[in-house]
């Protein structure tokens, strides 16, 4: 039995399940958990959760009956699914945790494809993230160590090695951020069944259920059956190419492994990893608090690939809440004394044509020339430059946008100055900001629905690894100027409609409470380290610990 740095003070608020604590020895043990289990379910938005709360049956219904926080915050700019994950288990802004973006540019890289993922490593030879040009396109090595700082898991392990860390997660960033480099077991998807980490056994169980996930994509689905309270939000919206969404109910033809991804059976298979995990591995049956993290992807294909508003949305808020319903009473028949928390990596919004229809009429799609090339371009004509060089670097259309290397300071600064000049003149952009003024900016506290749009640029914000400025779109621009790829929506923005997640808890006997102040994703981590006797120096975190005892005592100590 480990020595505890705290003894939490639950006393008498928080009950705990029968048999577990026939395994605690003292006094203090009896407060912690047997099992932490952190879900994230991708792109779950405040609105999503207020909007489909009443129609919860399962493990979204318990999570609502717990400590309810249902403005919790992703606080910063870049609301994209690597830095929004890596905040909820380390307790820090993606700035500090170095998780600026799901992809960046690092230019004094040595390989040619200069875009480097969240969760890659790009020092291995060979490997390549995304450039379509290179041989070896797609062919990287997933990994934490872009992640500065440890997770929950991994400094649950420092104090108690016994103790075991495991992630799941439809998205191997997913995975990675919230488990840490440093798990016991980690899966993610990969084309048709579950992966785990180069030079890992698959645990037979996981094994098992690739076959069986073979067999299901191999077979045709029949169209889920459409609930009553769906019916009102089936509509056919179109988007161009002829294609439309909002009237879709998952069938599939044989074969299709990527529309399986973007359905309800993805979140299906990845609760049947952690179900399996949980009975192989004996999760939360052991002396020491495990830790359990699981990032449910199926939201997130479904948003992009559908939008939020239309029956799709409506059907997968339904198997989602009886998903986390699976988990929960594979847990509760075996007596695991666990704590849950459910958050998201970040929120979302709709398409812009179902949007203009239903009271946003200045909802667009971004001007296909606003990028860094058609900037560069404009930038070129108007200095005179005549070197073949690329003189813009960015990713995607907004965010973090980077002047080449190869220029003298001098025009450097002068390519930067007439790219920003472009970029606020163009009536899409709300602001740039100067990453050079965010160097000397202190991380921002107080209110976090007030924090000004440079503010919350600041916490995505690392020296090494931004962008020399960031590029902020204005409210409802939906920065997908073609939906030809099968993307119709998306998230990224530093809008409350992106930022804002729902932050639950839950565990037996904890008294029920809502509490509609503000909160931030990066409390979670504290929270769940006091329940788990964790002690996290002050400096080393930019949340705080919550106090979910609904009374006198608090968890907090
Ligand atoms: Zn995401």
Redesign the pocket.
């Known amino acids: 039995m480990r020595k505890l740095s705290i003894v939490t003070a639950l006393t008498g608020l928080i009950a705990f399940g029968g048999t577990a604590s026939a395994e605690h020895h003292n006094e203090a043990d009896a407060d912690q958990p047997k099992l932490i289990v952190a879900i994230s379910v991708?792109?779950l938005s405040a609105d999503l959760f207020a909007e489909y709360r009443s129609v919860f049956t399962a493990g979204l219904k318990r999570l609502s009956q717990g400590a309810v926080f249902p403005n919790g915050y992703q606080s910063h700019a870049a609301t994209?699914?690597c830095p929004?994950h890596a905040t909820i288990m380390t307790g820090v802004h993606p700035g500090r945790a170095g998780i600026i973006a799901n992809n960046w540019i690092d230019l004094s890289i040595g390989r040619d494809d200069k875009t480097v993922y969240c969760a890659e490593d790009e020092r291995i030879e060979g490997t390549s993230f995304g450039d379509i040009t290179a041989a070896t396109q797609g062919d990287y090595v997933p990994s934490a160590w872009h992640l500065l700082v440890p997770t929950l898991g991994e400094r649950v392990k420092l104090v108690s090695p016994e103790s075991q860390n495991v992630a799941v997660s439809g998205k191997d960033r997913g995975a990675l951020m919230m488990g840490g480099g440093k798990t016991d077991a980690i899966y993610w998807w990969k084309g048709k069944g579950f992966e785990t980490q180069a030079g890992r056994a698959l645990d037979p169980v996981v094994a098992a259920i690739n076959a069986d996930i073979a067999g299901t994509i191999d077979k045709a689905r029949a169209p889920y059956a459409v609930p009553q309270h769906c019916e009102a939000r089936t509509q056919k919206i179109g988007h161009g190419n002829g294609k439309s969404v909002g009237d879709y109910a998952f069938q599939r033809p044989e074969g299709a492994s990527r529309i399986f991804r973007g359905s309800p059976d993805f979140d299906h298979v990845t609760i049947n990893v952690a179900n399996g995990l949980v009975d192989s591995m004996k999760l939360g049956q052991g002396k020491a608090t495990d830790i359990l993290s699981v990032s449910l992807s199926a939201t997130?294909y479904i948003g992009h690939a559908f939008g939020t508003a239309g029956l799709e949305m409506c059907i997968q808020m339904g198997e989602l809440d009886r998903q986390i319903g699976r988990l929960f009473k594979n847990l509760d028949e075996k007596n695991i004394d666990y704590v849950a928390v459910l958050t998201a990596?970040?929120g979302g919004h709709d398409l812009p044509e179902r949007l203009i229809i239903q009271g946003v009429p200045d909802a667009e799609r971004i001007d296909p020339m606003l990028n860094a090339k058609g900037i560069a371009t404009q930038v070129r004509e108007n200095l005179g430059i005549e070197t073949e060089d690329q003189l813009l670097y960015a990713d995607s259309p907004f965010g973090d946008y980077y002047v080449s290397l190869n220029l003298a300071p001098e025009q450097k600064a002068r390519v930067k100055t007439e790219a920003m000049r472009l970029l606020r003149a163009h009536r899409q952009v709300q602001t740039i900001v100067d990453g050079a003024d965010l160097e000397d900016m202190p991380m921002p506290t107080g209110a976090v629905e007030e924090w000004s749009l440079a503010e919350r640029a600041r916490a995505s914000y690392h020296p090494d690894r931004s962008g020399d400025f960031i590029v902020l779109l204005k409210r409802a621009v939906t920065p997908i100027a073609s939906t030809a790829r099968g993307y119709v929506a998306t998230h990224g923005s530093p809008w409350d409609y992106d930022r804002r997640v729902p932050i639950l808890f839950w565990r037996q006997g904890l008294q029920h409470f809502e509490q509609p102040m503000s909160v931030k994703t990066v409390d979670i981590a504290p929270t769940l380290a006091s329940m788990a006797g964790i002690k996290i120096p002050a400096d080393e975190i930019d949340g705080r610990c919550l106090d979910i005892d609904n009374g006198p005592g608090s968890n907090c100590k």
Request: glycine content about 12%; proline content about 0%; cysteine-free.
């Open positions: 991708d792109q994209e699914t929004g997130d990596d970040h």
